[in-house]
């Protein structure tokens, strides 16, 4: 690992990810409303980013039912899609914040094997060499 320079003022670490849900589920159910991930130094072992899905607001909920808008209020609704996507959709929202927020490109990421999350991850020889002036890794 090197460290920043003036071209790439980005330093590529090892991160450990993972993500829980408030619904315990029984063999292969995804149909958890809310859920946290955690996304730490795989060396320091320090958290590095966190954050809370949700996939309903009572507020706009309660409203949608009797056929008002919702009042003003801080929605906690961040996360549209299936539980079984909210997983992925959080390990990539933490790796842009990573590089956009903290400075820092995760380099190799730990988690479990989930093949959503390895696809939406996944990024390829050529756009690394398109954007190699951002990343230390070449």
């Known amino acids: 690992m090197a460290l920043p320079s003036k071209q790439c003022p980005y330093i590529d670490i090892v991160v450990s990810f993972d993500m829980g849900w408030q619904k315990k589920g029984l063999g292969h159910t ?8 955690f996304m730490s130094g795989a060396r320091a072992r320090k958290m590095l980013a966190c954050m809370i899905c949700c996939k309903l607001c009572s507020v706009c909920t309660v409203a949608e039912k009797v056929g008002k808008e919702p009042e003003e209020h801080e929605c906690c609704k961040n996360y549209k899609g299936s539980s079984k996507g909210m997983e992925a959709f959080a390990a990539l929202e933490l790796v842009k914040k990573a590089y956009f927020d903290r400075g820092f490109i995760v380099g190799f990421i730990v988690a479990g094997d989930d093949s959503s999350m390895k696809a939406l991850l996944h990024h390829s020889y050529e756009e690394r060499q398109a954007h190699k002036e951002n990343f230390l890794w070449q």
Do not use: K, N, Q
Not at 30 to 37: E, K, L, P, R, T
């Open 30 to 37: 995804y149909d958890s409303i809310s859920g946290h991930a």
